[in-house]
């Protein structure tokens, strides 16, 4: 089987202990049309978070194939609105009892803020649970069983680049930081590129340097998310404060655009994929918006891990996917159809429609498997996971992340903070948010 078909490989996982935050799901309205179901029929419904892209089309694609299939169940879908409405919205379902019988929601921290033990049904037992690698079940899982099924790919965070240029200039692939700074002043001395394209403009995107970089912080340290999240780790220190302190140096190395303060993700994506910036520091799933607007120049594009600065330190970070759950309000017939739909997500025809609708922006942690015709994007992210050279963002493994950091790596990233100053602040910003969490040590 080719790189480019296998399933997820196994993560390079140090401790997990606590768990993700992920992205918040989703707006009420119930969608395609009449869901009541005829003689004889089970009805169920299916809640997703639709936040834009493909959300809504792969539910209706999938409880369509599931319906067609299952003749003796109706699924049906309804939406409710992304960010932190659509995070209230799920707990308040749960907690009056009004949840559908299956929704979609995040793995890690968030999940467990939902209570799974009290709330939702466990599905340990369930024939699809035994093929979930460790790195995905712990994080839907709690001592008392497992309680999601996984739904899409993970995704990367590391440098997306511009795979012309580097051939044009005869560059590697760099594995440590001193690399990186080598192709980067060869680009610049060249004079037709710009070295690193910054995005500020949406400031989230600033984030990357530092979010990208925890894989090789955890390979330096493995205890440090456990040690972070007991107050026993800062920022301010190494190995983390590398992640600060290399934003600085390449905003003080003349890398950045000239327009990084205002310029947004758009301009980034169009700048690293027509090859007028060499490097983006991004998520993977920027191949999504490539392949939408740039079609031509998908694979002209690669990826590779945020080098640390020990070469034998360098790692790539991972996100994993979100799951879907079951309401322990979901019961007798219901609960029967529920459980064959969640299973119908990862079979050969639920897996199917993920490849046919979703962007593909990772390797699987299910029984999935990624398309022949896959970006050469996406192979380069497989190929880190097959080495085991990967991790799990920190936000998978500690439900410490301060409301701050993209303002702060802003200022670091723009040289109005030194990168010791912008660690210092965000150490300081993560306190009230252990505190609100009651977490040991805070």
């Known amino acids: 089987m080719s790189t480019s078909r296998r399933r997820i490989a196994t993560l390079a996982v140090s401790s997990i202990a606590a768990l993700s935050l992920g992205l918040t799901g989703c707006a009420v309205g119930e969608i395609g049309g009449d869901t009541d179901a005829g003689e004889g029929q089970t009805e169920i419904t299916y ?19 599931f319906n067609e299939m299952n003749p003796d169940i109706k699924a049906g879908v309804e939406t409710q609105p992304a960010g932190t409405e659509g995070d209230n ?25 939902i209570n799974p033990d009290q709330n939702l049904v466990p599905l340990t037992d369930e024939a699809w649970a035994k093929d979930l690698p460790e790195e995905f079940k712990v994080v839907v899982s709690t001592s008392k069983g497992l309680y999601g099924a996984p739904t899409g790919t993970t995704q990367a965070g590391g440098v997306v680049y511009n795979k012309k240029v580097y051939a044009d200039l005869g560059l590697k692939v760099p594995t440590s930081w001193a690399e990186f700074k080598a192709n ?8 037709k590129v710009t070295p690193i394209e910054q995005t500020y403009g949406d400031t989230w995107t600033a984030q990357l340097f530092v979010l990208g970089d925890f894989a090789n912080v955890a390979k330096k340290d493995p205890k440090w998310a456990d040690e972070y999240t007991a107050n026993k780790r800062k920022y301010v220190d190494q190995p983390a404060l590398q992640s600060f302190d290399n934003q600085q140096d390449a905003f003080e190395s003349g890398y950045f655009n000239k327009n990084f303060a205002s310029a947004k993700y758009d301009d980034g994506i169009e700048a690293v994929a027509t090859g007028t910036a060499a490097h983006y520091p991004m998520l993977s799933s920027a191949i999504a918006a490539i392949n939408q607007n740039f079609k031509d120049n998908v694979n002209d594009i ?12 360098t790692q790539m970070t991972i996100w994993l996917p979100n799951a879907v759950y079951i309401p322990k309000t979901t019961e007798g017939a219901k609960l029967d159809a529920a459980k064959k739909f969640v299973a119908f997500i990862n079979s050969p025809e639920g897996c199917a429609i993920q490849n046919e ?51 702060i790596t802003v200022e670091v990233g723009s040289g109005i903070k030194s990168g010791k100053e912008g660690a210092a602040l965000y150490d300081e910003d993560v306190k009230k948010q252990a505190q609100q969490l009651g977490l040991d040590g805070w």
């Open 47 to 65: 809640l997703i978070g639709d936040s834009g892209g493909t959300a809504l089309p792969f539910a209706e694609a999938l409880t369509k194939k």
């Open 89 to 113: 919205l799920i707990k308040t379902k749960l907690a009056t009892g009004e949840m559908p019988d299956v929704f979609g929601y995040n793995s890690g921290s968030l999940f467990q803020a």
């Open 184 to 191: 980067n002043d060869k680009i610049k001395a060249d004079g």
């Open 302 to 313: 690669g990826f590779f891990a945020l080098p640390a600065p020990d070469a034998a330190d």
């Open 357 to 407: 609708i979703n962007t593909v922006t990772g390797p699987y942690v299910s029984t999935c498997e990624l398309p022949a015709d896959v970006p050469d994007m996406v192979k380069d992210v497989q190929k880190y996971l097959d080495d085991g050279q990967s991790s799990p963002a920190l936000e998978f493994v500690s439900p410490i992340k301060g409301p701050n950091l993209s303002q």
